[in-house]
């Protein structure tokens, strides 16, 4: 099939209109840091220049920074608020949105950056605290223990720190959608690489019945060596987007390999539980491959991906305790 050329002169037309949108979000920005004001909105928070300089004030007039959280800055407002007339620009002239500083363009409820990837992102948060704890009563109220009280199943243990890591990492998704920030960015990104790097160990451990301390230390030190690398390298380097992508899918297509073929050999009772939770995973990990434009300024595919994760964490936590009744009962039935 022959390749079409997009004319020379076209491609020219698309690229001057590209910079001059760019050039005056640019330019819109500047001023309204300078003037407080975007057309004829304007905004309290703009006392101060970008730089910290006092404008209408001396310094210690300021809001500190635990009462600023509650709002906006200067910077953030105008932004937004530029954002928000170029993209009413591009539309009327029947254009797509595009990124800005590298994000799509949101519109904001109540003052939250993302609204709907806070929802789901607070809901999956739920939903793992949901699981850990009813995997908590089941171990210590329901299944029996030895006579130390400590419990057959062997996993145990990693699976609590798996649902501490997992809470965090969705703690920090709802803040990070609800405002970004770089220390709220760098808290996400990291406790979601801590989360795949844990899950991928936590999975080789446990589709290759590995119960003997020295073998899961060889197994977990050059995995957990590469992962607090990498988010050492995220944070003290270079906050690389592309290759941190390229690592965390990497972590997330192995583990998910490692499930399906644990599902296939085994016997497992509650196997089907595992097989869903590995197809589903996949696709919803093409929505965080597979980036488009908000629909309504609110939904994305990431937030649809957040959306995904939510019934697949109730069916992988409901996988976990009959995994730990599985090995208890077959535990006690070589005791007798």
Request: glycine content about 6%.
């Given at each position: 099939?022959?390749?079409?050329v997009?004319?020379?002169?076209?491609?020219?037309v698309?690229?001057?209109?590209?910079?001059?949108?760019?050039?005056?979000?640019?330019?819109c920005?500047?001023?309204c840091?300078?003037?407080?004001?975007?057309?004829?909105?304007?905004?309290p928070?703009?006392?101060?220049?970008?730089d910290?300089?006092?404008?209408?004030?001396?310094?210690?007039?300021q809001?500190?920074?635990?009462?600023?959280w509650?709002?906006?800055?200067?910077q953030?407002?105008?932004?937004?608020n530029?954002?928000?007339?170029?993209?009413?620009?591009?539309?009327?002239?029947?254009?797509?949105?595009?990124?800005?500083?590298?994000?799509?363009?949101?519109?904001?409820?109540?003052?939250?950056?993302e609204?709907?990837?806070?929802?789901?992102?607070?809901l999956?948060?739920?939903m793992?605290?949901?699981?850990?704890?009813?995997?908590?009563?089941?171990?210590?109220y329901?299944?029996?223990?030895?006579q130390?009280?400590k419990?057959?199943?062997?996993?145990?243990?990693?699976?609590?720190?798996?649902?501490l890591?997992?809470?965090?990492?969705?703690?920090?998704?709802?803040v990070?959608?609800?405002?970004?920030?770089?220390l709220?960015?760098?808290?996400?990104?990291?406790?979601?690489?801590?989360?795949?790097?844990?899950?991928?160990?936590?999975?080789?451990?446990?589709?290759?019945?590995?119960?003997d301390?020295?073998?899961?230390?060889?197994v977990?030190?050059?995995?957990?060596a590469?992962?607090?690398t990498?988010?050492?390298?995220l944070?003290?380097?270079?906050?690389?987007?592309?290759?941190?992508?390229i690592?965390?899918?990497?972590?997330?297509?192995v583990?998910?390999?490692?499930?399906?073929?644990?599902?296939?050999v085994?016997?497992?009772?509650s196997r089907?539980?595992?097989?869903?939770?590995?197809?589903?995973?996949?696709?919803?990990?093409?929505?965080?491959?597979?980036?488009?434009p908000?629909?309504?300024?609110?939904?994305?595919?990431?937030?649809?991906?957040?959306a995904?994760?939510?019934?697949?964490?109730?069916?992988?936590?409901?996988?976990?305790?009959d995994?730990?009744?599985?090995r208890t009962?077959?535990?006690?039935?070589?005791?007798?």
């Amino acid at each position: 099939m022959p390749v079409r050329v997009m004319p020379i002169h076209v491609t020219g037309v698309l690229l001057e209109w590209f910079y001059t949108v760019n050039f005056c979000f640019r330019v819109c920005v500047r001023q309204c840091e300078e003037t407080g004001c975007v057309g004829e909105r304007c905004f309290p928070h703009c006392k101060f220049s970008s730089d910290g300089v006092s404008v209408n004030g001396p310094w210690y007039m300021q809001e500190p920074l635990y009462l600023r959280w509650k709002q906006w800055d200067c910077q953030s407002d105008c932004r937004y608020n530029c954002m928000v007339d170029r993209e009413k620009e591009r539309e009327a002239l029947g254009y797509p949105p595009v990124k800005y500083h590298g994000k799509w363009p949101f519109k904001r409820v109540y003052g939250i950056q993302e609204p709907v990837s806070v929802v789901f992102s607070a809901l999956n948060l739920a939903m793992h605290f949901h699981g850990w704890l009813s995997f908590f009563i089941l171990l210590y109220y329901k299944l029996p223990l030895k006579q130390d009280k400590k419990t057959y199943y062997e996993f145990s243990g990693l699976w609590h720190i798996y649902g501490l890591l997992a809470m965090n990492s969705w703690f920090w998704s709802a803040v990070f959608h609800s405002r970004d920030v770089d220390l709220t960015e760098r808290l996400d990104y990291s406790s979601a690489v801590a989360l795949l790097g844990y899950s991928l160990i936590l999975g080789i451990l446990r589709s290759f019945n590995i119960r003997d301390e020295a073998a899961r230390v060889m197994v977990s030190a050059p995995l957990l060596a590469f992962v607090t690398t990498h988010i050492l390298y995220l944070n003290n380097y270079k906050f690389d987007y592309g290759w941190n992508m390229i690592v965390c899918v990497a972590m997330g297509v192995v583990q998910l390999v490692i499930w399906a073929v644990f599902a296939g050999v085994t016997r497992h009772p509650s196997r089907w539980k595992l097989w869903v939770v590995v197809v589903g995973g996949a696709l919803a990990m093409l929505l965080e491959i597979y980036d488009f434009p908000p629909y309504k300024d609110l939904v994305d595919a990431h937030a649809l991906w957040h959306a995904t994760t939510i019934p697949l964490t109730y069916l992988w936590w409901s996988f976990i305790r009959d995994d730990a009744e599985f090995r208890t009962s077959h535990l006690l039935k070589k005791a007798k």
